[in-house]
T-cell receptor, first 115, second 115 residues
Framework: KAGVTQTPRYLIKTRGQQVTLSCSPISGHRSVSWYQQTPGQGLQFLFEYFSETQRNKGNFPGRFSGRQFSNSRSEMNVSTLELGDSALYLC??????????????FGQGTRLTVV | AQSVTQLGSHVSVSEGALVLLRCNYSSSVPPYLFWYVQYPNQGLQLLLKYTSAATLVKGINGFEAEFKKSETSFHLTKPSAHMSDAAEYFCAVTRFSGGYNKLIFGAGTRLAVHP
């Protein structure tokens, strides 16, 4: 079965622009989480969607937003990009997310560079 | 709140030597712990997970980890390092927040393997 697919793999944007990243979870998975990975801050949780509802959110400014569609695909949007938003953005899907030992499957990530 | 601390941001071993990557957890409830591996420009792949069924957990690629409640540790080991083990390794714990669970990652340990 196909894994988690993130598109695009690489993006270069200019400060002040906005960007939309896409994530297609494993078929049947209804939970999608997003993480930001930077050398300085490591892996930080952005938010989680389950059945089109955001049910968990990390400590990021409102410029970071997301949504989930009825087919469980998810998008995250970053508006008014800043240089500090340059990072690897990882998407993870899981079957439920309510069980504490639920395994999360990660995509290859989208490398965003803001110039 | 649940968290994990990885001791040593960089570990270097010779090929064929023992690999030991350290992870200590903080949790007021029985934790669910995970080890993930990340190869360059890739997403995270699950190595193994602890779910209280057994204290010694065997994972993929010859890795294993032992849960020690008395030491609040979940160290990752491999008897004999291979060049292909060079990667970054993350310990993670499930945190219950806002009624749902999310993964909280340690800062990561970069493993280098020398011939």
């Amino acid at each position: 079965k196909a894994g988690v697919t993130q598109t695009p793999r690489y993006l270069i944007k200019t400060r002040g622009q906005q960007v939309t990243l896409s994530c297609s979870p494993i078929s049947g998975h209804r939970s999608v989480s997003w993480y930001q990975q930077t050398p300085g801050q490591g892996l930080q949780f952005l938010f989680e969607y389950f059945s089109e509802t955001q049910r968990n959110k990390g400590n990021f400014p409102g410029r970071f937003s997301g949504r989930q569609f009825s087919n469980s695909r998810s998008e995250m949007n970053v508006s008014t990009l800043e240089l500090g938003d340059s990072a690897l953005y990882l998407c993870a899907s899981s079957s439920a997310g309510t069980t504490m030992n639920t395994e999360a499957f990660f995509g290859q990530g989208t490398r965003l560079t803001v110039v | 709140a649940q968290s994990v601390t990885q001791l040593g941001s960089h570990v270097s071993v010779s090929e064929g030597a023992l690999v030991l990557l350290r992870c200590n957890y903080s949790s007021s409830v029985p934790p669910y712990l995970f080890w993930y591996v990340q190869y360059p420009n890739q997403g995270l792949q699950l190595l193994l997970k602890y779910t209280s069924a057994a204290t010694l957990v065997k994972g993929i690629n010859g890795f294993e980890a032992e849960f020690k409640k008395s030491e609040t540790s979940f160290h990752l080991t491999k008897p004999s390092a291979h060049m292909s083990d060079a990667a970054e390794y993350f310990c993670a714990v499930t945190r219950f927040s806002g009624g749902y669970n999310k993964l909280i990652f340690g800062a990561g340990t970069r493993l280098a393997v020398h011939p």
